[in-house]
């Protein structure tokens, strides 16, 4: 039962090596529960003080977690069941459970590649990971992250506006949100894909739970790919644990003299797959995962392109820019995408406030929209985030 499996894992005092030795030794939480302190004592690692801690039977922590994953729509997947990856049970120290809200994939089944980098970043790191993340989803592959500010959020976005799941392993409970701006972001994962957490609901992310997280983000996944990291870097442990897990690590490469690109310049120096498009990654992967990334193309490629470079490469280059009808175009442009066009004109540039006042959208659907819309070269930005359209609508 569930409330024993939480009560091994609410005990203080025991490590989580501890309570892997004793689901060995004893087979379930429940046996652990009722087993004696001579027994108990038996099991590799165990110590007195130890003992000590399991001599409190009270479930009634237990049942308030329960009753917390109850009300907030949370789910919790234990090291024994069937749906509990393989790809995770099979490193050194894999959590005895996880809590979970959303759609939870077949990991073993997916190409799944972790994305992250510093909290410190770079404009340069952000367009990389919205870039990459938006790439590697849309290549088919499923993008795993930490949910921190900065690299790992815009890989998570980008993923998300791909029209793809996403997977959010965070530090703290799922109902906990941090950074605090991130909160619509936990909210689209767990609607489009799963948020992942060691914790039960209601914990507050604590800075010794972030190295602990990092094993989770890696072994759910083939690889890692460190976007933006300087020297010294939570995004470096999580690559050093995926090379512990034996799993592949990849980085993009950065100015030589940048601070936020160190890390990631030695990690390449070191034998890191450098990184400078999704497909540089998922072409690793394309013979393993047929069905996910079969078909995925190079960069140079037309279907790889945007509208216009698309349209470059049928076209002698033209000063005018390019006619786009919406009618009969196959790009699978969102209401929100079509309404934004309509509204910018391609000579007088408008701000985000000022199309979120004539769209009447929520600021974030239209940086969304917009994000999108640049990728595919048909808005351009200016700067003060202002945008224009690149294309002419056809009539």
Request: proline share 7%; glycine share 8%.
């Amino acid at each position: 039962m569930l409330k024993y499996w939480l009560w091994l894992t609410e005990r203080p005092g025991l490590t989580n090596q501890v309570r892997l030795a004793l689901l060995r030794h004893f087979g379930t939480p429940e046996a652990v529960y009722y087993a004696d302190p001579e027994e108990l004592l038996l099991t590799e690692g165990m110590t007195a003080a130890q003992v000590q801690h399991l001599a409190e039977r009270d479930l009634s922590e237990a049942e308030n977690i329960l009753e917390a994953c109850d009300r907030l729509h949370q789910h919790i997947l234990t090291i024994q069941d069937a749906a509990y990856p393989d790809r995770l049970k099979n490193i050194y120290d894999p959590p005895c459970l996880l809590y979970w809200q959303g759609h939870l994939p077949a990991f073993d089944e997916e190409a799944a590649i972790a994305v992250v980098g510093t909290r410190s970043n770079t404009p340069y790191g952000v367009a990389c990971a919205e870039k990459l993340g938006y790439g590697l989803a849309a290549g088919g592959a499923l993008v795993v992250s930490g949910l921190a500010r900065g690299i790992d959020s815009a890989a998570l976005r980008g993923a998300l506006r791909a029209g793809k799941p996403a997977v959010g392993v965070t530090g703290g409970g799922l109902d906990v949100f941090y950074p605090r701006e991130n909160q619509y972001l936990y909210e689209d994962i767990a609607a489009a894909g799963v948020l992942i957490s060691e914790y039960p609901p209601g914990t507050e992310p604590k800075g010794a739970h972030f190295p602990v997280r990092n094993r989770i983000i890696s072994g759910l996944c083939v690889g890692t790919l460190v976007v933006e990291a300087p020297e010294r870097s939570g995004a470096l442990i999580t690559a050093e644990t995926a090379l512990e897990q034996g799993r592949d690590v990849f980085a993009v490469p950065g100015p030589i003299d940048a601070p936020c690109s160190a890390g990631c310049n030695r990690l390449i120096r070191e034998g890191a797959g450098l990184t400078a498009d999704a497909w540089d990654i998922l072409q690793e992967y394309a013979e393993a995962f047929p069905a996910k990334l079969s078909g995925t193309p190079r960069r140079e490629e037309p279907a790889a392109l945007g509208y216009q470079a698309r349209q470059q490469q049928t076209k002698p280059a033209r000063k005018v820019p390019p006619a786009l009808d919406l009618k009969k175009t196959d790009l699978k442009l969102t209401d929100d995408q079509i309404m934004l066009l309509g509204m910018l004109g391609e000579e007088e540039p408008l701000l985000v406030d000022d199309l979120v006042d004539r769209t009447q959208l929520p600021a974030r659907r239209v940086l969304s929209a917009l994000t999108v819309l640049e990728m595919e070269h048909l808005v351009t930005q200016h700067s003060g985030k202002r945008y224009t359209r690149a294309v002419t609508l056809y009539k």
